[in-house]
């Protein structure tokens, strides 16, 4: 039996062990039971590629690119989801990061064991500024982040701009 309710897990060793960050200042990592078979990527560009304009939008311009001032890069290139860049691409997991000169780094993280999908989440916060930013911006992450994974667990295929 499957659900696609959402829970909050402990991060997984799969994401720990990637070491994506040298030093993590928050990390979260939901998990949706799911009888959907996609690989890591996959999962991620459902997540991702997948949520709603009126979600994306407002992300990439007003707190990516405006507050933020992220380096977000294409839109429609394989390396990149929805202007994060690839940073893992394995069979086991996926990762993507984005990176802000105002010294915000932030991980997503998709791995998809037997009959779940993991999404988890690593920030290192670099500065003053994003610091006191971080607040209003995790209650916003821990809301959507949920949120666009329950979403992906209801789409009957995976969104993706990948060539594969």
């Keep these: 039996m499957s659900s696609d309710q959402p829970v909050e897990i402990a991060v997984p060793d799969a994401v720990t062990e990637l070491r994506l960050l040298d030093r993590v200042d928050y990390q979260d990592a939901f998990r949706v039971d799911t009888a959907l078979q996609r690989a890591p990527e996959q999962w991620m560009r459902a997540i991702i590629e ?41 069979p086991d997991a996926f990762a993507v990061g984005l990176d802000s000169p105002n010294g915000l780094l932030a991980r997503l993280i998709t791995v998809a064991p037997a009959g779940q999908a993991i999404f988890a989440t690593q920030i290192r916060l670099d500065a ?7 607040p209003a911006i995790r209650r916003g992450h ?22 594969n």
């Design 128 to 134: 003053t500024r994003v610091r006191m930013l971080w």
């Design 50 to 90: 997948g949520a709603p304009r009126w979600f994306t939008l407002p992300w990439l311009h007003v707190l990516g690119r405006g507050l933020l001032r992220a380096d977000i890069g294409p839109m429609d290139a394989h390396d990149h989801v929805l202007g994060w860049k690839v940073l893992t691409a394995r």
């Design 142 to 163: 821990r809301y959507f982040a949920p949120y666009l994974l329950q979403r992906a667990a209801r789409l009957p295929t995976a969104a993706t701009n990948s060539p």
